[in-house]
């Protein structure tokens, strides 16, 4: 175990890879909103938006890699004897080959990853719920029961949740790509979460403090009434005739950003994990700590904490009612889906008929057509 603050060397590319629901959002949001200051300490956080989403599932989905990928490389390699963080947590669904190939294209200074870790009993809640964003129609426990009671014949809910939490592979994997002494290990601790940020701080060799985390809901967990709520949701919208509608748009982009703007009353009921499923999941983080404190790899904070004992939840059942000021940001959330899909139904009829030949738009839209016609002829004139 080591928490002292060692940087890493000047030009070295330091690769977070996550895995998902380990303090990623919150790293990368601070990364993101620090790029000056960053830039002034001799840092590039690599890549144009929060994090280095778009390269990460080039590398990592095909072979070779699309030119998302190639562009992260030359970004990096332009960064000469700097030093450069890259982070996203879809670099935690590389493959033996996609790892070193990501390993091999991060030139112009040595590559070190970092792997940030929680407990798997505080990940199941998390990835289910984040499922459920996506359109998930499984309740939690019936989710478990396919990660954690899995008999020879049965298909796995989440196929991706072990190559990601399978934690000791995880490392084994990198460490293989990088080299031992080129992996660091980082024990997440949800009581400080600040030593994340001053642990990445260290590692750059920045000034303590730089990295302060953003407070606008970014990724906020839901409460047990807003998953139930998003959950009997999507069973509607899996049933006919919702099926058809564009559910990315409704639900994904508008319906749950409104839900986590939502601030939960002190008290409010959390997704909880039945207790059969906690022994489960503390029987498979014992044995990935077991094999991960033998890799030899740098670890920062400690492995015993990865292994909460199981604290023995009641069942809960599914709540009967959501508080007001919740259920109103899901209706505000769909009201902004509804105006969206209409925008976006009227840009297309209206696109539809400034196409059409002359003589089939409906004479109602006719004066309408001609004189944007004749508008964007004249303006060309004027432009040429």
Not at 75 to 98: L, P, Q, T
Request: proline content about 7%; hydrophobic content about 40%.
């Amino acid at each position: 175990m080591s928490s002292e603050r060692i940087p890493l060397a000047p030009g070295t590319r330091l690769l977070h890879v996550g895995p998902y629901k380990t303090g990623t959002t919150a790293l990368q949001g601070a990364f993101h909103r620090a790029r000056t200051e960053l830039a002034a300490h001799g840092v590039l956080y690599a890549w144009k938006g929060r994090q280095a989403k778009e390269p990460a599932v080039a590398v990592t989905g095909a072979d070779p890699p699309a030119a998302p990928w190639q562009e992260l490389c030359e970004e990096v390699a332009g960064a000469g004897d700097g030093r450069v963080m890259i982070s996203s947590e879809f670099f935690s669904n590389a493959d033996a080959r996609a790892a070193r190939t990501v390993v091999e294209g991060l030139t112009g200074g040595d590559v070190h990853v970092v792997v940030t870790l929680r407990p798997l009993l505080k990940i199941l809640p998390s990835h289910w719920q984040q499922d459920v964003k996506h359109g998930r129609c499984d309740s939690y426990e019936d989710w478990l029961a396919g990660l954690l009671r899995l008999s020879p014949d049965q298909e796995c809910p989440t196929p991706e949740f072990w190559h990601r939490h399978r934690h000791d592979v995880l490392l084994e994997r990198w460490a293989d790509a990088v080299g031992r002494d080129n992996l660091t290990v980082v024990v997440v601790d949800d009581a400080e979460p600040d030593r994340l940020f001053r642990t990445f701080e260290g590692l750059l060799d920045l000034p303590e403090g730089l990295l302060v985390p953003e407070d606008d809901g970014v990724n906020r967990s839901l409460t047990l009434s807003q998953a139930e709520l998003l959950l009997q949701l999507n069973r509607r919208l899996a049933e006919s005739p919702w099926k058809s509608y564009p559910r990315r748009t409704m639900v994904r982009e508008e319906v749950v950003p409104h839900m986590q703007a939502y601030r939960p009353r002190p008290g409010e009921p959390r997704i909880t994990t039945p207790a059969w499923a906690e022994e489960a999941a503390a029987a498979v983080a014992e044995e990935m700590v077991a094999r991960m404190a033998k890799l030899g790899v740098r670890i920062i904070g400690d492995l015993a904490a990865l292994t909460p004992p199981p604290a023995g939840t009641a069942e809960t059942a599914a709540p009967e009612f959501i508080p007001t000021a919740a259920a109103v940001e899901a209706v505000l959330g769909g009201i902004a889906a509804g105006s969206a899909a209409t925008r976006a139904r009227q840009a297309r009829l209206a696109s539809a008929i400034e196409d059409a030949s002359i003589h089939k738009v409906a004479t109602k839209d006719l004066l309408r057509v001609v004189g944007r016609r004749g508008f964007r002829r004249l303006r060309r004139t004027f432009d040429s």
